[in-house]
Structure formats: structure tokens, C-alpha cells
């Protein structure tokens, strides 16, 4: 027997198969890779990750202008380069990079009078999940 039939219709496709094909099929771990103390580690930086975000979000609106976060947000959240960002903005690309400089040297420096972002990794190091 196939292990599987193509039944042809008008505007879908539809493969039946066969029943004992799944259990033929040898999966020696599971339907997932990772082992359970990768999986752990995954949502532990995913957790880290989105407090960072939060953190640099929350300066964003403190200590850059308009202009400054903007090119920012272009840049490493949407992914465009320069000549992309000044197309959007009416700007020289020249001045959307000064801009986007500008912008890592002001987070820079409220990462050295802030250090409310280290507490996150101190914390996560003795925290357990919950479960």
C-alpha cells in the first residue's frame, strides 16, 4: 500500500495518509528537539529580553528627541539602513547616522547612571520558574 494518495479536486489539495504511517515513523526524542533544560533556558532570555526592551523603550521616551528615536526605532527595530531611514524621515543619510549615534551615546550614558537594567540578570540567576 502507498503511503499516502492524492485525491485531485477543483481548487484544494487534500493528501489522505496512511493510517499506520505515524506509528512506522521512528522518533526517538519526541515530536521536539530540545530538552527540557534548553526549553527553560529559551523562555529565561525571552523573559530577559523583553525587560531589556522595556528598559531601553522607557529611555527612549526619557532622554532622546523626536528625531533621535525615530531613526533609532528605524534602524534596529524595523531593520532599514540609513539612505532608507532619510527617504522616510526627509533627511540626509549622513544625518539619520549622526542621529542614530547620537541616540546609542545618550542610551550608553543612561546605562551607567541607571542601573536598574543589571538587577534583571543579578535577580533571574537565584529565581526559579514557576510551574
Not at 506509528?23 to 525571552?46: C, K, N, Q, Y
Amino acid at each position: 500500500m502507498r503511503d499516502f494518495v492524492r485525491q485531485p479536486a477543483e481548487h484544494s489539495r487534500i493528501i489522505r495518509l496512511a493510517p499506520d504511517l505515524i506509528d512506522r515513523m521512528m522518533i526517538p526524542r519526541g515530536l521536539w528537539s530540545e530538552t527540557p533544560e534548553e526549553v527553560e533556558a529559551a523562555f529565561a532570555w525571552a523573559q530577559r529580553r523583553d525587560e531589556l526592551l522595556r528598559w531601553v523603550r522607557r529611555h527612549l521616551g526619557r532622554r532622546l528627541t523626536r528625531r533621535e528615536r525615530r531613526c533609532l526605532e528605524l534602524r534596529y527595530f524595523q531593520g532599514l539602513t540609513f539612505q532608507e531611514i532619510g527617504n522616510k524621515t526627509k533627511m540626509d543619510a549622513s544625518a539619520t547616522s549622526r542621529a542614530v549615534k547620537r541616540a546609542l551615546r545618550k542610551l550608553q550614558q543612561a546605562t551607567e547612571e541607571d542601573p536598574s537594567w543589571r538587577k534583571g540578570a543579578q535577580q533571574r540567576k537565584v529565581r526559579t520558574r514557576r510551574g
